[in-house]
T-cell receptor, first 118, second 116 residues
């Protein structure tokens, strides 16, 4: 099946630093990747939609200058949390739509990255 | 706008008993419907989906879900619960109409606790 990986699986950083999270589709090409944020005991909140070779589309209320998304290739998207603060601590999950899929195909999710900002 | 409601924050069921996790949805057109499961500190795992055809959809790990258009529901079911089924379950919807809202919207999740 389609596999999506994320790196790192967890990260602890100091306030004010930047953190980069990678999302890779391991055995398929993904034209579209999605970045979600999940707070404890809450649902997934879509942050942005990342399309290969173009700018990401951010959801309302998500600061694009704070959460930089780059979709450099058909198998890699990165999320950079710039100048991280404790309130950015969360579980970040990416997902990907296979290039070959029809429009209704389910998204394949990465295992998530736990970010803790001290 | 599309939305998903999971009315129960938590469902408790004894091992071996049947389980149901409820989900209702709202879309402007016809829906694609999905169920995902999440274990602690893990990403989401796909369980099943409804696209078209039979209203009863069978998925992974013995789970199934029934699409009911008149009640706009897509409840997740399993005939006999296992302790290992204990996890967080998310229902999701996507509008499949041409020009419809293409993003997937997730419910708030239901924690399933199977009691030995």
């Amino acid at each position: 099946g389609a596999v999506v990986s994320q790196h790192p699986s967890w990260v602890i950083c100091k306030s004010g630093t930047s953190v980069k999270i990678e999302c890779r589709s391991l055995d398929f090409q993904a034209t579209t990747m999605f970045w979600y944020r999940q707070f404890p005991k809450q649902s997934l909140m879509l942050m942005a939609t990342s399309n290969e070779g173009s700018k990401a589309t951010y959801e309302q209320g998500v600061e694009k200058d704070k959460f930089l998304i780059n979709h450099a290739s058909l198998t890699l998207s990165t999320l950079t949390v710039t100048s991280a603060h404790p309130e950015d601590s969360s579980f970040y999950i990416c997902s990907a739509n296979p290039r070959q899929a029809s429009s209704y195909n389910e998204q394949f999710f990465g295992p998530g990255t736990r970010l803790t900002v001290l | 706008a599309q939305s998903v409601a999971q009315p129960e924050d938590q469902v408790n069921v004894a091992e071996g008993n049947p389980l149901t996790v409820k989900c209702t949805y709202s879309v402007s057109g016809n829906p694609y419907l999905f169920w995902y499961v999440q274990y602690p500190n893990r990403g989401l795992q796909f369980l099943l989906k409804y696209i078209t055809g039979d209203n009863l959809v069978k998925g992974s790990y013995g789970f199934e879900a029934e699409f009911n258009k008149s009640q706009t529901s897509f409840h997740l079911k399993k005939p006999s619960a296992l302790v290992s089924d204990s996890a967080l379950y998310f229902c999701a919807v996507r509008d499949r109409s041409p020009g419809g809202y293409q993003k997937v919207t997730f419910g708030t999740g239901t924690k399933l606790q199977v009691i030995p």
